[in-house]
């Protein structure tokens, strides 16, 4: 019997992120992939896929947020958690209001992710 592992997509322009946060999820025990634009992300076969979503809220083009309301849009109700550099409350408290499962101040710990990634997953 194969055992699938729920496949969390990362989108952010920062390289150190996408190289490191991958590895993260692994040892957590997901599958992931990394994608350097919201832009890359759509146009791949992981939109199907995709379980929940790690997404910087500033990159060049399209946004987190933009990509969440695309997302949307396009009818999959998928978990998102935001992750910024930019301490502002203010835009954290409007993307949980908007239905993100949590918004993650950059540098976050290992444990405030896998808490997020519990949540996401239903696991509380």
């Given at each position: 019997?194969?055992?699938?592992?729920?496949?969390?997509?990362?989108?952010?322009?920062?390289?150190?992120?996408?190289?490191?946060?991958?590895?993260?999820?692994?040892?957590?025990?997901?599958?992931?992939?990394?994608?350097?634009?919201?832009?890359?992300?759509?146009?791949?076969?992981?939109?199907?896929?995709?379980?929940?979503?790690?997404?910087?809220?500033?990159?060049?083009?399209?946004?987190?947020?933009?990509?969440?309301?695309?997302?949307?849009?396009?009818?999959?109700?998928?978990?998102?958690?935001?992750?910024?550099?930019?301490?502002d409350e203010?835009?954290?408290?409007?993307?949980?209001k908007d239905?993100?499962?949590?918004?993650?101040?950059?540098?976050?710990?290992?444990?405030?992710?896998?808490?997020?990634?519990?949540?996401?997953?239903?696991?509380?």
């Open positions: 019997m194969m055992i699938t592992r729920p496949l969390v997509s990362v989108i952010d322009d920062d390289e150190s992120v996408r190289e490191s946060l991958p590895d993260l999820l692994t040892e957590f025990g997901f599958a992931a992939h990394a994608f350097a634009s919201p832009e890359e992300f759509l146009v791949s076969d992981d939109v199907f896929q995709t379980r929940c979503l790690i997404l910087d809220i500033a990159m060049p083009g399209m946004s987190g947020p933009d990509l969440y309301r695309e997302v949307k849009k396009r009818q999959r109700e998928v978990p998102v958690i935001f992750i910024t550099a930019r301490r203010t835009v954290r408290k409007q993307l949980l239905g993100a499962v949590e918004c993650l101040f950059k540098p976050f710990s290992d444990t405030a992710l896998l808490e997020a990634l519990n949540l996401a997953f239903g696991g509380g």
